[in-house]
């Protein structure tokens, strides 16, 4: 997997280069898509933890609703 770049732009946003975004409708989508990124993440051992991660990850989910219109019969 590639290692992708995290900046910070002038404003304070944090921009990932190469970004992977990923539609997802329900919750066992989201599942396999964490099980997938977490499985991607390395540890290591260091001095003062045997697995300490060494990988950061970051999730960011963006909501997106909609109203469904109610059946209205035609003489209301």
Do not use: C, W
């Not at 770049?5 to 990923?22: F, H, K, P, Q, S």
């Not at 933890?49 to 960011?60: K, Q």
Request: proline content about 1%.
């Amino acid at each position: 997997m590639k290692k992708l770049d995290i900046r910070t732009t002038a404003t304070g946003e944090n921009v990932i280069a190469e970004l992977t975004l990923r539609p997802i409708s329900s919750v066992q989508e989201f599942e396999t898509a964490y099980a997938q990124a977490s499985s991607s993440r390395k540890t290591a051992a260091t001095n003062l933890n045997s697995s300490s991660s060494r990988s950061h990850a970051i999730l960011t989910l963006h909501v997106e609703t909609t109203e469904m219109a109610e059946n209205k019969s035609e003489s209301e």
